[in-house]
């Protein structure tokens, strides 16, 4: 019922299939993922690209304040009634961009998951950087060649305003661009090479701690859950990577 509710202000049905997939989902597949990247107990973290929110909401059960950040308002709109109808304080959305969020705060730790290959790649490291106290974590997760292969060969999830083999091909153009100089279009991810997203991490002043497959970072005892595999056809598909700031 809660997410009928909540999908009725959603003008796409790509976005109202992957918010009832979202929240199909208990709240410990989220809770224990960030328990395992020492995502709990801190004064303020930042969800950057937050989607409908579910991240935001199991941080906010296990820090004190929670800013949750996307370009989408309908996603913006989903969890800002989540906060309202839970009741769950210190949750703060807000509509505002990677690459040009601004505060004036600094965050123990910053949380970014499937967002960053929509962006200005480099300007939105070095933005949320900026953002991050000394010795502070931060989190990301992304897709490399392999992702968009499965998504060609391996339709999945399609809706009536979406198509899973369009949209790898069209990512895949749409780096092919990038890499020569074209521009990219906002509409379509860029593929993330390991090597090209660790030199950007570097760049902007970042140590990296862990790297991985989707899920695989793990500094508690507790069992996590991956979402996607970290490869297909011996291609690197989904992958993540913690990071602390350079003091």
Not at 72 to 83: P, S
Request: hydrophobic letters at 40%.
């Amino acid at each position: 019922m809660f997410a009928c509710e909540l999908k009725k202000g959603l003008t796409s049905a790509n976005s109202r299939d992957f918010l009832e997939r979202v929240l199909s989902q208990p709240l410990t597949t989220y809770s224990s993922r960030l328990q395992a990247l020492g995502f709990e107990g801190l004064e303020r973290v930042l969800d950057a690209g937050c989607g409908f929110g579910q991240w935001s909401v199991a941080m906010g059960l296990q820090n004190q304040v929670v800013d949750a950040i996307d370009v989408d308002d309908e996603r913006i709109g989903v969890l800002k009634t989540m906060v309202e109808q839970t009741g769950l304080g210190g949750i703060n959305p807000m509509q505002a961009s990677l690459e040009t969020y601004d505060c004036d705060v600094k965050y123990d730790a910053i949380f970014c998951y499937s967002a960053v290959y929509m962006t200005d790649i480099p300007r939105s490291i070095r933005n949320l950087t900026s953002k991050l106290a000394a010795g502070g974590i931060i989190y990301f997760n992304t897709n490399d060649l392999g992702w968009y292969l499965y998504n060609i060969v391996s339709p999945h999830n399609d809706a009536d305003d979406f198509s899973s083999q369009e949209f790898g091909i069209a990512a895949i153009l749409n780096t092919l661009k990038w890499l020569y100089g074209e521009g990219r279009s906002s509409s379509f991810p860029v593929v993330l090479t390991q090597s090209q997203f660790f030199g950007e991490l570097r760049k902007a002043g970042l140590s990296i701690v862990a790297y991985g497959p989707d899920g695989s970072i793990n500094f508690s005892q507790g069992r996590t859950r991956s979402f996607f595999a970290g490869e297909f056809m011996g291609v690197t598909s989904v992958y993540e990577v913690l990071c602390t700031k350079d003091a």
